[in-house]
């Protein structure tokens, strides 16, 4: 879907329709190309183990079975396969005004530096309802020493499996989420989050999600979720 999203600095200015004359785009990072930088691409801090992977999926994803998701410094909620692009979904201006601010990051894409926080990348296996996310946790997220903390572990798990549940059911918001830790995550290991869509029922979407080593030999969590459809405004 990224590859069709073509936009343009002078193709992001604010419309009349945003309220409070703010800028949206302005804490969007903006490569040199006047593109939107997209984080989910490698970079230098990433271990040969995460290059690995990465390159797995993204040899898997050339007949189209799987889908590398871009990310940005916003939320993008409202990505659907309707509306491949966020920038030109025609409810991004709405939610913008109401509730974004533009000194709102992202959560998982809050620190400037490469490799010290989340360095991730999503892919969705639409058949399948299934993401499964690429990831490597910097050393400012430790915990007890040497490892992650279990409150990013779960931040980590909500977003991919708040991806899934954001492709089958559109604006969401997580309800519960119930995560067995089973072993430790070591700090700049690269772990595979790999979360699904169980079933839905009405509002309900229902997920489950597991955590392991990039080497599929150690199970880090186990997670299940229930995700509520919210429309917009
Ligand atoms: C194409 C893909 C691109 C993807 C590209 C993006 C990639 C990157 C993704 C980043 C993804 C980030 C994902 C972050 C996700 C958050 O972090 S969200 C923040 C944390 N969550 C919150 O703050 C939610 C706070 N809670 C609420 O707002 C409300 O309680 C809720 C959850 C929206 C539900 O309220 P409501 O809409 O009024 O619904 P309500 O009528 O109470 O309940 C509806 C049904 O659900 C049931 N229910 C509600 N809560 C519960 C519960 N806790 N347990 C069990 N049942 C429940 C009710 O019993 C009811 O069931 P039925 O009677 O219909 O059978």
Redesign the pocket.
């Known amino acids: 879907w990224g590859t069709s999203c073509s936009v343009t600095a002078a193709s992001l200015a604010p419309t009349p329709c945003l309220a409070h004359g703010a800028q949206p785009w302005a804490w969007l990072q903006f490569s040199q190309s006047g593109q939107p930088k997209d984080y989910a691409l490698p970079n230098a801090s990433w271990s040969q183990g995460m290059l690995n992977l990465y390159n797995e999926f993204v040899e898997k994803s050339k007949d189209g079975t799987w889908k590398r998701?871009p990310s940005y410094r916003l939320?993008?909620p409202l990505?659907?396969p309707e509306h491949p692009c966020p920038f030109t979904h025609p409810d991004l201006m709405k939610l913008e005004g109401e509730k974004m601010s533009k000194d709102t990051r992202l959560f998982l894409r809050s620190l400037d530096e490469e490799g010290l926080g989340f360095e991730y990348v999503?892919f969705?296996n639409p058949s399948e309802k299934r993401m499964v996310t690429v990831y490597q946790p910097g050393p400012y997220l430790e915990g007890h020493p040497g490892f992650a903390h279990g409150g990013s572990t779960a931040a980590i798990i909500?977003?991919t499996i708040?991806?899934c549940a954001?492709?089958v059911a559109g604006r969401v918001?997580?309800?519960?989420l119930s995560i067995d830790f089973k072993n430790p995550i070591p700090l700049g290991s690269v772990v595979l989050v790999d979360g699904k869509v169980n079933r839905m029922e009405?509002?309900?979407v229902f997920l489950s999600c597991q955590v392991w080593s990039a080497d599929g030999q150690t199970l880090h969590a186990e997670a299940t979720a229930?995700f509520?459809h919210?429309p917009v405004g």
């Not at 918001?173 to 519960?176: F, G, Q």
């Open positions: 998701i939320m993008l990505l659907t999503m969705l909500d977003s708040g991806g954001i492709f918001m997580t309800a519960n009405g509002r309900k229930l509520i919210k």
